[in-house]
Structures are given as C-alpha cells and as structure tokens.
C-alpha cells in the first residue's frame, strides 16, 4: 500500500456491545430465574445473514446492568466464560486505536461481578432462559497487556476479559470449548456467534438471540484479526472459532456501523493470561482445570510501537487499520540518524498534542524538530525493503512517492463521527447503540 492511500485517520474502537439502558434488574443465579434480566424483544430474522444457533450452547448471552448492555461470551470451563473487556468496563466515548490515540487511557471503570448474569439459552428475551451470577470478573493484567505501560490494558489488541460464575445455583450444563493455540490464516472461513443486533446500525432491529455465521479471515496483524463482517452490536465478546474443532480464534471486539468488517482480539497472544485465571476458577469450582491448561502457550509477538517511538520498520508501527496494513516507520532525512512511527499530516489533518508535522509527517515535539538537509525529504521511488538502510523514505516494501493525502469523508455513527480515507473501505467506527433502541424494543413487547 502506497504512503498516497495512508490519509491519517482517527480510528475510534468500534465497540460491539449492545447498550440498553439502566432498566432491568439485578444479578440472579439460574436458581432464581424471577430476577432476571427484563425481556427486550422477540424476532424470527436472520441476523444480518446469519441463523438461528440452537446447538451451541458454548457460546453465551451477558448482561450488564451496571451499563445496560448485552454482550457474548464463550464458555471455556464449566465456570469461566471468556468476553470482551468493554463489555465489563466503562470506557471512553471514543476509543481511539490509531497511532496517535494508542496508549491514551481508555477504561474509566471496571464493574463487580454483581453486575452481570449469563445465560445459555437461545433466546434472553423468554421467561424460561436459565441465568447463572457472577462470582469474579477477571480482566487482562498489565504483564499481559500488548502495552505493559498502560495501567488500564489499553483495548487495542488486548479486549479480553472473564467472568467466573458463581456456583450456587450450580453450572451450565453446555460443554466447553478450549481456546486456539495458533491463529487461522488469511482467506480461512470459519464461525461467529453472538446475540446482537440483526441489523446493521443504526437500526438495529432484534437483540438477545443468538445467531451464528460464517465468515472469512481478511486480515491478521499481531494482537488481532479481521474478517469480512457480519457482527453488530451485542455480538462483542462473542467467539470467531472453528466449527469442526470448536477451537476459538479471537474475541469479537469492534466493527464499521454497517458491518461490512468484524475486528477481534486473538486470544493466542493472551494463552498465558487465560491459562492462569482458568487455573483459578478451576480451584474456586473444585474440580480439574481442562487439559489444554497444561499446554505450553505460544511465544507473545512484540507489542507495536506508537507515534514517536524508535522504529526499525513498518510492520513495527501501529497502524491506522491494525489488521490489514503495518504502519509508517519513517525517515525524516538522511542526516537523521533513526527512524520513528508516524503518520501523515497535513493543515487539515494536523499532528495530535504533543507532536509536530515536519515534512509531511509527525515528529515529537519534546525531541525538538530534526536538523533536515535542504528540501522536504521526499520517500525514494525505488522499492524498499524492511531493513531501514535507505535513505529518506518509509521502511517498506512499495511504499512509493511524497505523502499526498486524499480527502477523507466524515461518517457518524452512535453520536461520534470518524474521518474514512475516499478510496479506502470503511474502517471501523464507534458501535454505540444508545438505550432508545432496546427501549423501543421493549415498549413493542409489552404492547403485543
């Protein structure tokens, strides 16, 4: 991909839980069914596509009353269900994972375990659906965070969290699945499962029953993969996995407003985190942790650098589409003596707080601008490799002529609005689907 096509771009995370607003009431365990969650509509649609799932009762519906939302879940142990971490956390309006946006704090509170219920029923909507409380929520440490930096775990890459579910209204009967030690290879298709909208945003349409999908690997980067879509809000924490297997890839996480693209955390870059905490709900269950606890998890990927940082090529960079295309690693000029991660700016797009443009590109402002020889450094024609030893240009291969910035069109979905390059598809955008909606829903049902 040529510098031309990278116009800078804030890529607010594209959170694919389903807000509902406060209405509902509190945690029950599936001993006391009177206390769940209020019903929040009934259909017979497909969702965006998909199916109805009856049979896999691995994946699971949440709820969160602390923030009214619905989210998915996998089952990975009889009492360990693995999600999302913005389905447990409240996180900032817009969650920024461009790199100039990727190591600013995101979440602003975690909820207690109170807060959530889970079922394994088909449909959360029925009266008959069985929910089981919450006993812990476990979210991704700092040591298991792509940016050990960040206090709060950052999201980007690293949108994982897990409920252990409280034992005394016993546990799901559903059998669990093991997570994927390796991730799938671009251009696989495999499943998604969740409970969200079965229409894409903003309308929505249905929520609370779970639909499942195939769809194909489009993208693969180091914390995360891309598909060719599908999901909508609600489907957030739910599973992309193999169906002959039952293997889980990735956690659902983010996507574009009309759901032409499904963005997800890998859950194999994580193993050492998931192992350990299913250790835990193993011993809190009383029973032997599942066997694929007692594998060896993989080697983690180096964590990506951000704006302004060291870098020796692209693929090191965060990038504006994490799982699609590395970043810039950019030379400012020959007589610089180190290359650093940096997008483009223009007057239109400048440089965030903190940074300066310097002949086309961002510069950290605290490193003082960089002694340039005269004229704009201009990238070399010539192909180039990963290696960082030519001059005056960006560490990649193709990456061909002086940054010309195309004009973005401005989208909007759930209240934000985000900068989309014209000749690029959409990347994904803020998936925020406000109380109005469910409440719709549920104004339908008591009318019917």
């Not at 440490?141 to 949108?159: E, K, M, R, Y």
Request: with cysteine.
């Amino acid at each position: 991909m040529s510098i031309a096509r990278r116009a800078r771009l804030v890529a607010p995370l594209a959170l694919a839980s389903l807000f509902v607003g406060t209405f509902g009431a509190g945690c029950a365990s599936a001993s006391d069914p009177s206390s769940a969650p209020q019903p929040l509509g009934t259909s017979t649609a497909r969702i965006i596509g998909g199916t109805t799932d009856t049979s896999d009762t691995f994946v699971v519906g949440i709820y969160n009353q602390g923030i009214g939302g619905i989210c998915s879940g996998t089952l990975l142990a009889k009492n360990l269900v693995l999600t999302a971490r913005h389905c447990v956390s409240d996180t900032t309006q817009t969650v920024d994972c461009s790199p100039s946006g990727y190591y600013t704090p995101k979440v602003t509170r975690d909820y207690g375990p109170s807060n959530f219920q889970v079922t394994t029923s088909q449909d959360m909507n029925t009266g008959s659906a069985s929910w089981y409380g919450v006993s812990r929520v476990y979210v991704l440490d700092d040591q298991s965070c792509p940016n050990s930096g960040n206090v709060d775990c950052d999201l980007c890459g690293a949108d994982l969290a897990m409920l252990e579910l409280d034992g005394n209204g016993g546990y799901p009967s559903a059998t669990p699945v093991a997570p994927a030690f390796a991730p799938p290879a671009v251009g696989e298709l495999h499943a998604a499962i969740g409970y969200g909208c079965q229409q894409p945003e903003p309308t929505c349409g249905n929520v609370g029953q779970r639909m499942t999908i195939d769809t194909q690997v489009t993208g693969l980067a180091g914390y995360d993969l891309e598909t060719n879509g599908k999901i909508a809000g609600g489907d957030s924490g739910g599973p992309y996995f193999d169906r002959a297997s039952k293997a889980v890839y990735a956690v659902t996480s983010r996507g574009p407003q009309d759901a032409s693209a499904g963005l997800y955390t890998r859950v194999d870059v994580h193993l050492d985190w998931i192992i350990a905490k299913a250790k835990l709900a193993a011993q809190d269950g009383g029973y032997t942790a599942p066997a694929w606890t007692n594998q060896a998890p993989p080697a983690k990927p180096a964590p990506p650098l951000a704006l302004g940082e060291t870098c020796t090529a692209n693929a090191e960079c965060v990038a504006l589409d994490p799982a699609m295309a590395p970043g810039v690693c950019h030379r400012f000029s020959p007589s610089v003596p180190d290359r650093r991660c940096s997008e483009v700016c223009t007057t239109s797009f400048p440089c965030p707080s903190g940074f300066d443009c310097v002949t086309g590109y961002c510069w950290p402002h605290a490193d003082n601008p960089p002694q340039l020889d005269a004229g704009p450094a201009q990238p070399d024609t010539a192909t180039v490799d990963d290696t960082g030893a030519a001059s005056g240009d960006d560490a990649g291969a193709g990456d061909a002529a002086s940054p010309v910035v195309v004009t973005p069109s401005t989208k909007s979905g759930g209240g934000c609005s985000v900068e989309a390059p014209a000749d690029r598809p959409p990347r994904p955008m803020p998936w925020i689907v406000g109380a109005a909606v469910a409440m719709a829903a549920l104004v339908r049902r008591r009318r019917g």
